[in-house]
């Protein structure tokens, strides 16, 4: 891959400094950190609003914004972006699942997506839906996938243009491949973790305490419920807020490698994400696979299935239940 970059700051020296002595890849005070290889793959890489401002004309370059707020793409987005809904383009609205291969091939080629366009996706939140659409680019075998540091918050507190114009592109013509299932945890192999059937495999609940606890069944605001309070039997609770620094970006690798280990979790095991649907653990997911490369799969059913199955153990140290106060 061509590697588009400044030439690095004496802060960004010394940063890529330490970035080494842990070993993993984290973006530098320049523009976009090098890809690696893991055994899932290529990972995905970590672009600064500099570099992206320098390339929204770049023809290799695709950008798209996955919001969670509907209708803030349509009031301003970054020049030549296009906008991916996370509830239609990237699942499938009538089968509780991911987009089909065909429609997503469908989606990206409509997006002006090639085999070799640098796709960077960005998105409100703290990029939540943004670290989702990088794992369905990943899971369907698009490589070349990056994700704009601090997202559209923190492009916009820096005062960079935003534009309501739609970009009018020319079809693409990426090709999808099988999912790639070593990204991705089902009901029954989560239910193997809590049973202790799997040993090898440690969980992450990426929830506020409050959620992993059973104290409340979900944030205020939020519809999607499941009948029973807590967490998943031998789960990690470490929220995903805590892999982001204060303007929105993540966290040097230094410190999400002490942050995760503290938590047991260090890399020398498999490790499963989760939360409520999904979206939240995507943003842990890109934190331990995609920066500091351990092997990580997501639970996208999350606490919504785990919570409202049968027959499978949960932990409630709160002790809620359904319709009581």
């Known amino acids: 891959m061509t590697k588009l970059h400044k030439t690095p700051s004496?802060?960004?020296r010394r940063y890529a400094?330490?970035?080494a002595l842990v070993a993993v890849l984290v973006p530098s005070s320049a523009t976009q950190v090098s890809a690696a290889t893991t055994s899932s793959g290529k990972r995905a890489t970590i672009v600064e609003a500099a570099w992206l401002e320098a390339n929204l004309n770049n023809p290799k370059v695709r950008i798209i914004?996955?919001?969670?707020?509907?209708?803030?793409?349509?009031?301003g987005h970054i020049?030549?972006?296009v906008n991916f809904r996370w509830h239609t383009e990237f699942v499938d609205p009538v089968n509780r699942d991911i987009a089909s291969r065909e429609q997503f091939q469908k989606t990206a080629r409509a997006a002006g997506?090639?085999?070799d366009t640098q796709v960077v996706l960005y998105g409100d939140k703290n990029n939540w839906f943004a670290a989702w659409g990088v794992w369905i680019f990943r899971t369907?075998?698009?490589q070349n996938v990056s994700i704009l540091n601090g997202g559209r918050d923190k492009w916009v507190k820096d005062g960079r243009a935003l534009t309501p114009v739609v970009p009018s592109l020319r079809p693409g013509n990426f090709t999808a491949t099988a999912a790639n299932v070593n990204l991705r945890a089902f009901l029954p192999d989560v239910v193997k973790i809590a049973k202790k059937i799997d040993r090898n495999t440690k969980l992450v609940d990426i929830r506020s305490a409050d959620e992993f606890s059973g104290k409340i069944f979900a944030p205020a605001g939020?519809?999607?419920?499941?009948?029973?309070a807590g967490h998943i039997p031998g789960a990690k609770n470490v929220p995903w807020s805590t892999a982001v620094a204060p303007d929105g970006t993540f966290r040097p690798a230094a410190e999400l490698k002490a942050i995760y280990a503290a938590q047991g979790i260090d890399g020398k095991k498999n490790v499963t994400v989760y939360c409520r649907i999904g979206e939240r653990a995507a943003h842990t997911w890109f934190v331990l696979s995609e920066i500091l490369g351990y092997n990580v799969k997501l639970y996208d059913g999350s606490w919504t299935e785990y919570g409202n199955s049968v027959g499978v153990p949960i932990a409630n140290p709160t002790g809620t239940v359904w319709g009581k106060g």
Do not use: M
Not at 65 to 75: A, L, M, N, Q, R
């Open 17 to 19: 400094l330490a970035v």
């Open 140 to 142: 369907y075998g698009h």
């Open 10 to 12: 004496r802060r960004g």
């Open 113 to 115: 997506i090639n085999s």
């Open 65 to 75: 914004e996955v919001s969670t707020d509907p209708g803030v793409y349509e009031k």
């Open 222 to 228: 939020f519809q999607e419920l499941a009948i029973r």
């Open 79 to 81: 020049p030549n972006a």
